[in-house]
C-alpha cells in the first residue's frame, strides 16, 4: 500500500508543478495533465501487483483504476485550446473529483475511520470532493483560476499522500520503560 501511495502522491506533485510553473494557461493543460494523473492511478495499481499488495487491496483499487483509465482516454480524445474544451475540462474535473471522492469515502466505510488507512482515505476522500464542490459552486470561472484550483489541489493531495506514504503504520500503545 505504501509504495501505491507514493506513486500517487509522485504523480500528484509531478502534475501540481507542471500546472503551477507553466506558462501555457489553457484548457488544453488541464486536460493533459488530467490525463497524466489518471494514467498514474492505473499504473500505482499496475505497481501494486508488482509489489505482491495483497489481493484484497488490489481488488478495492480496481474501481477506481478502470474510472482513471475512462477518464484519461476522454481527456485525450479531440483536445485544443477553444471554449468548448474548457467546458469538457470543467465537467472532467467535477466527475473526476466527484468520482475519487465517492470512492474514498466507500474506502473508509471499508476500512473503518478508527484505522490509519481509513482516516488517509477520509482525507482524500474530502480534498476530491472539495475540488468538485468548487467548480459546481463557481459556474463563472476563467480559465486561471481553473488550473490554479487544479493545481493546488494537486499539490495539497500530493503532499498529504506523501505523509501517508511515509508516515508510521503501528499505533501501539506505548510501553513503560
Same mark, same amino acid.
Given at each position: 500500500m505504501r509504495v501505491t501511495l507514493g506513486f500517487r502522491a509522485l504523480a500528484s506533485l509531478a %502534475? %501540481?508543478?507542471?500546472? =503551477? $510553473?507553466?506558462?501555457? *494557461?489553457?484548457?488544453?493543460?488541464?486536460?493533459?495533465?488530467?490525463?497524466?494523473? +489518471?494514467? +498514474?492511478?492505473?499504473?500505482?495499481?499496475?505497481?501494486?501487483?508488482?509489489? *505482491?499488495?495483497?489481493? /484484497?487491496?488490489?481488488?478495492?483499487?480496481?474501481?477506481?483504476? =478502470? $474510472? +482513471?483509465?475512462?477518464?484519461?482516454?476522454? =481527456?485525450?480524445? @479531440? @483536445?485544443? @485550446? =477553444?471554449?468548448?474544451? $474548457? /467546458? *469538457?475540462?470543467?465537467?472532467?474535473?467535477?466527475?473526476? %473529483?466527484?468520482?475519487? %471522492?465517492?470512492?474514498?469515502?466507500?474506502?473508509?466505510?471499508?476500512?473503518?475511520?478508527?484505522?490509519?488507512d481509513g482516516k488517509d482515505w477520509a482525507i482524500s476522500a474530502g480534498l476530491a470532493l472539495s475540488l468538485a464542490a468548487t467548480y459546481l459552486l463557481i459556474p463563472q470561472m476563467d480559465i486561471i483560476t481553473m488550473e490554479g484550483l487544479f493545481g493546488a489541489y494537486l499539490v495539497i493531495d500530493g503532499v498529504h499522500l506523501a505523509l501517508a506514504a511515509t508516515g508510521p503504520r503501528s499505533q501501539g500503545k506505548p510501553t513503560a520503560s
Open positions: %502534475g %501540481g508543478m507542471v500546472i =503551477t $510553473f507553466s506558462q501555457s *494557461k489553457g484548457p488544453l493543460q488541464v486536460l493533459l495533465v488530467l490525463a497524466g494523473l +489518471a494514467i +498514474a492511478q492505473v499504473l500505482a495499481l499496475a505497481i501494486g501487483a508488482l509489489v *505482491k499488495v495483497k489481493r /484484497d487491496e488490489l481488488l478495492a483499487q480496481m474501481p477506481l483504476a =478502470t $474510472f +482513471a483509465a475512462i477518464i484519461a482516454v476522454l =481527456t485525450l480524445l @479531440n @483536445n485544443s @485550446n =477553444t471554449a468548448e474544451q $474548457f /467546458d *469538457k475540462a470543467r465537467w472532467l474535473l467535477i466527475i473526476w %473529483g466527484l468520482i475519487s %471522492g465517492a470512492f474514498g469515502v466507500w474506502q473508509v466505510r471499508r476500512l473503518g475511520f478508527a484505522s490509519r
